[in-house]
Nanobody, 123 residues
């Protein structure tokens, strides 16, 4: 069974950048669609970005992060990365990596979840 571990969260100022990493253990990401979600206090978990299995040739982003966030695969390292630029206070949330997602935008479609990493952006 694939285990998912996120890392890279932290406290930054508005306008700064962060790179989140999602690593797989006990299995491989290469044949799984992978997505990032986030959940702010009092809000539902929402889709952030997703990348298809294998070559990662198809990618999707939620509208609020388009042009600022970049998702990518590093199959050699069995990782998926989320590079976040021009961060805003409204990006503050716990960020979750999920793998084995049959429909990216729907959390319930994902089979494997990490524990999440906190991203806090101060304005």
């Amino acid at each position: 069974q694939v285990q998912v571990v996120e890392s890279g969260g932290g406290l930054v100022q508005a306008g700064d950048s962060l790179k989140l990493s999602c690593a797989a253990s006990g299995g491989t990401f290469i044949d799984l669609h992978v997505a990032w979600f986030r959940q702010a206090p009092g809000k539902e978990r929402e889709f952030v970005a997703g990348v298809v299995a294998w070559s990662g040739g198809s990618i999707a982003y939620a509208d609020p992060v388009k042009g600022r966030f970049t998702i990518s695969r590093d199959n050699a390292k069995n990782m998926v990365l989320l590079e976040m630029n021009m961060l805003k206070a409204e990006d503050t949330a716990v960020y979750y990596c999920a793998a084995g997602c049959s429909a990216w935008r729907f959390p319930r479609s994902c089979a494997y979840w990490g524990q999440g990493t906190q991203v806090t952006v101060s304005s």
